[in-house]
């Protein structure tokens, strides 16, 4: 039998080497694990440090609305009934405060001097439970000022629409202001590319290349609108600042002006020939065609307003919304119809509710006065309070300003002698009591002469000659919250005031 010969065939792509099957090496594998090391520990310590601040953040905001939740409730009651119904009873007191304790004992309160009244008390609620932690809470309450004040008799929510601005003197309002003006950057930047508004190397201004410090606050508006709904007289109020971009620079193309027509000028009769009417040539100093130069008086940057809704502060009626076929920024400063078109415009922002009932006979208003900044505001910036009656019935307001707390004496005293606050009534007349001619810095400082537009009210007194208000003592307390944890550090705290009736011992 032939015999055949069987060959091994090696495939080509084995041929000329030696296969490897001996996995890695220990080498190898070391080399791996440090690289994966390298790269994982920065990642997990990135996300351990994320959890970490995001669990410290939520911690913060925990202690922050507590915080502010005790000093609200806090305040909703006079002295007596927190010393008698609040801090002497126990678990059901600290339950009016909307905090939980286990023990009676561990709400309490003390005087600095057990003998006086009107020495400063220390409220406290130790192992008060929120969010699975414990914290302890201290309220101190210390007494400021003592004085006599005007009380408004029989105050009935039936009766008398009240409003309370509860912002006193706002210190951020020109950097919330600025804020405001950048949020409107889109539409802002469309008017602008529409105007061809250019720097000084020509190129488009945007928001971001306007300089933010020649914004300039013009107004502060209040306005109270009273209606009738059916049986119902309702009373409304909407507020906004009113600002402006003042003295921006705006710069154009020069050309060379085209030589004048005029007649050769004769030289004076000691000189020959004749003088020249021809422009400069370049080489003199002069700019050369095509250079970017400033403009000249362009009123466009100052031409334009700009509203910053007070009640609302999403933005939601800030800057372009239309309203009544006008659009906020397309109301010219400088035209005579102005106020009247700022009027429409506040009146379709968002609105707060103040009264709703058949009863309505006063509209009781407290404010905190907006004294002017000493940057970031118009020379002839003003406070406006407007009261739109648009029914047939008439009404008293009682429009009382406010002294502004944590702000010292005789800086209130200066402001006050500079506060010209502008007070108008539209529709139905009404009759108007006010205290503006008080100085509540120091009694004896003289203020601005008021601007009420008296033509416009029925009557115009001083509220303190209404037999409707009592004069009576007060204690002005200031207030300091602090939250601590069950180690004693301080997490949290708040500052406030408070007005008690003076209690005489």
């Known amino acids: 039998m032939k015999q055949v010969k069987v060959e091994k065939i090696h495939s080509r792509q084995n041929c000329g080497r030696k296969l490897n099957n001996r996995g890695m090496s220990l080498v190898e594998v070391i080399v791996a694990m440090t690289i994966f090391a390298i790269v994982t520990i920065p990642v997990l310590h990135a996300l ?6 995001n669990q410290k953040a939520r911690k913060r905001q925990n202690v922050t609305a507590l915080a502010e ?17 609040v801090f002497s009873k126990g678990t059901d007191g600290a339950a009016l405060l909307g905090l939980e304790i286990e023990d009676d004992k561990d709400i309490s309160y003390t005087y600095a001097d057990s003998t006086k009244k009107d020495s400063t008390i220390t409220f406290q609620v130790q192992n008060v439970k929120s969010e699975n932690t414990t914290y302890n809470i201290e309220i101190v309450a210390e007494p400021s000022v003592r004085e006599e004040v005007f009380e408004i008799d029989n105050v009935s929510l039936d009766k008398d629409a009240i409003f309370e601005y509860d912002t006193s003197y706002d210190e951020d309002a020109y950097t919330r202001v600025k804020a405001n003006f950048s949020s409107k950057a889109t539409a802002i930047n469309g008017m602008l590319l529409g105007d061809n508004k250019r720097d000084e190397k020509g190129e488009l201004y945007t928001v971001d290349s306007l300089d933010k410090e020649k914004i300039k606050i013009q107004k502060r508006e209040f306005l109270y609108k009273i209606v009738q709904e059916g049986d119902d007289y309702v009373v409304k109020v909407s ?10 620079e705006c710069y154009e193309q020069y050309t060379a ?7 050769t000028i004769p030289p004076a009769d000691d000189q020959e020939g004749t003088v020249s009417t021809e422009p400069e040539t370049e080489g003199t100093g002069g700019p050369a065609d095509g250079d970017w130069v400033e403009a000249g008086e362009d009123l466009w940057f100052q031409s334009y307003v700009h509203y910053m809704d007070l009640l609302d502060t999403t933005g939601k009626h800030d800057g372009y919304d239309i309203i009544n076929g006008i659009a906020m920024h397309d109301i010219p400063i400088y035209d005579s119809s102005h106020d009247t078109r700022d009027d429409e415009i506040i009146d379709g922002m968002s609105e707060k509710e103040i009264y709703r009932g058949k009863n309505l006979s006063r ?19 003003r406070d406006v309070i407007k009261i739109d009656n648009r029914t047939s019935q008439q009404f008293d307001c009682y429009l009382i300003k406010q002294r502004t707390p944590n702000m010292s004496e005789a800086t209130l005293t200066l402001n006050e002698q500079a506060y010209k606050p502008v007070v108008e009534c539209k529709g139905t007349k009404l009759r108007l009591f006010h205290n503006l001619d008080e100085n509540l810095g120091r009694k004896t400082g003289s203020v601005a002469p008021n601007d009420i537009k008296t033509a416009q009210f029925v009557s115009v007194a001083n509220y303190t000659e209404s037999d409707e208000f009592k004069k009576r003592k007060v204690m002005t307390y200031r207030l300091t919250l602090t939250v601590k944890d069950a180690s004693g550090n301080v997490l949290t705290q708040l500052k406030g005031t408070m007005y008690e009736r003076y209690r005489e011992y």
């Open 69 to 85: 939740s005790v000093m609200e409730n806090f305040k909703g009651y006079p002295l007596d009934s927190l010393e008698n119904e």
């Open 239 to 248: 507020a906004a600042y009113i600002y402006q971009m003042q003295d921006h």
């Open 48 to 53: 351990t440090t994320s959890a970490f601040y």
């Open 257 to 263: 002006s085209v030589p004048p027509t005029s007649p």
């Open 363 to 381: 509209i009781l208003i407290y404010f905190y006065p907006a004294y002017k900044g000493n940057s970031g505001y118009d020379s002839g910036f």
